[in-house]
């Protein structure tokens, strides 16, 4: 499908399958559907997992509830990694100096992080994160809810520093637009309090969630003022996701949502992005090849 098409269907969310649902899922996908309808979960609580991602549009709690045995042992390296990454020379200078956006290009509009990892960073074949962000049991979640084996689109650290500017870019509400479903974890690896920017999610606005029929009206293409969207989602159906290190987040975010603005405390983040094929745009970059013992839905992830 062309991109042009795409864009104007994106930061919108399907309130009922319609026939670009099912050209998405039997078309574009067709494999990766076909794989996941014929797949018998090895772990027998991803469905119920699955259907709360497909009821509220988000799920939450500790790492170990979404992550197999051995992704528990990789996200305590990757953590270690990452920590040590946020508290580098390089990392503090730039919150001290508040000017992360101008070292690191990727998205220079959002100064109010530095981006430890983006897509440009190369990840080696063997290490943690990668074996993180394809872990069979979350291969295996996020497989469920969108009914297609899924594919790896994104991975990125952040480390959220507070500032004096009101919220901008994704600091306010919006729709993610990379596809018609999309599955982000959030992995916090430091205590997030409502001093720290805690990720928000107004539930049941997802694609075909019970709320995804209300949509705010608002001037800016992609953000949604407070003002905007109070009158048509009430802040009452927020859900704040505050947690202690170690908390994972699994949200659609078509369903509204805003992400870290901290007031007083540096918040560090690992994300992964999870998307079918209809978004075309290549994935996270690796060194190498993998040489450890992948299974079918983990190679299609890739
Ligand atoms: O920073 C966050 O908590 C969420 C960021 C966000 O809005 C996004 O990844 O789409």
């Known amino acids: 499908m062309k991109l042009g098409i795409k864009k104007a269907l994106s930061r919108r969310a399907l309130v009922r399958p319609n026939a670009l649902y099912y050209f998405w899922k039997y078309g574009t996908n067709a494999s990766r559907t076909r794989a996941a309808r014929t797949h018998t979960p090895a772990y027998s609580d991803v469905g119920s997992i699955a259907e709360e991602i497909a009821r509220e549009g988000i799920v939450s709690g500790d790492v170990s509830k979404f992550l197999s045995q051995s992704g528990i042992e990789q996200y305590a390296k990757a953590k270690r990694e990452i920590l040590a990454l946020s508290r580098s020379e390089d990392v503090q200078r730039m919150v001290a100096t508040q000017n992360a956006a101008s070292e690191i290009k990727h998205n220079a509009s959002k100064d109010f992080l530095v981006h430890m990892i983006a897509p440009k960073t190369v990840h080696p074949a063997d290490g943690p994160i990668l074996k993180l962000a394809l872990d069979p049991k979350l291969l295996e979640v996020v497989s469920g809810y969108l009914g297609l084996w899924p594919r790896l689109y994104q991975i990125h650290a952040w480390l959220n520093y507070p500032t004096e500017q009101p919220p901008k870019e994704s600091q306010m509400w919006h729709r993610d637009p990379e596809d018609l479903r999309v599955v982000k974890a959030f992995i916090y690896l430091v205590d997030v ?25 608002h001037k800016d293409r992609k953000r949604v003022e407070d003002e905007e969207m109070n009158p048509t989602l009430s802040p009452d159906l927020h859900q704040i996701c505050t947690g202690p290190a170690d908390t994972m987040i699994l949200a659609d975010t078509v369903g509204y949502h805003r992400g870290g603005k901290p007031k007083s405390k540096n918040r560090v983040l690992l994300t992964f992005t999870y998307t079918s094929a209809w978004q075309d745009k290549s994935g996270p970059q690796i060194d190498g090849t993998p040489t450890w013992p992948m299974n079918d839905m983990q190679r299609m992830a890739l």
């Not at 920017?197 to 709320?211: A, M, V």
């Open 193 to 217: 309090d409502e001093d720290t920017g805690p990720f928000t999610f107004i539930p049941r606005t997802h694609p075909f969630g019970e709320f995804a029929k209300h949509v705010p009206r």
